[in-house]
């Protein structure tokens, strides 16, 4: 499974995923209660090498979760929906129930943050995102030649 695939799933597993009628990747539209996945990239945040040639890099993957939401005056549900899939988030991680992405799951951090009203439009709906950020380790073992 890929880490795109791998992250879709998880987002489709948050208990209050069903305000969504769909969760769609690198694309959403104005439709109300649908979603879009967006990955945005991957950083290389640190590389070690031992005396034996093998390479502990540590990478972050970036996502961006779009929602499209009904919104009417105060729209309350759609902010609490918003920091609700934050702190779950969080907990998964915390408590080791995130999904892993390298290989050294309890080094892993998974983090939705600054969770926010994007844009409105005269039809009532809203465009709310939050960022979604994985930092994990991959290790990479020298070669033998010979």
Known sequence: ???LETMRDFVQSFPDYDILSRLDIDYTDKVPNSGGLFPSGMVEVSRRTDLLGNV????QLNFALYTTLEKWEGAPENAEWQLGFQQWV???SATGHAPA???EPRKERIAAQNGMLYSADDEGTALYVIQINVTYVKNYKEASHG
């Open 1 to 3: 499974m890929t880490a």
């Open 56 to 59: 502990t890099i540590t990478n």
């Open 90 to 92: 969080q907990a998964q």
């Open 101 to 103: 992405f390298g290989d």
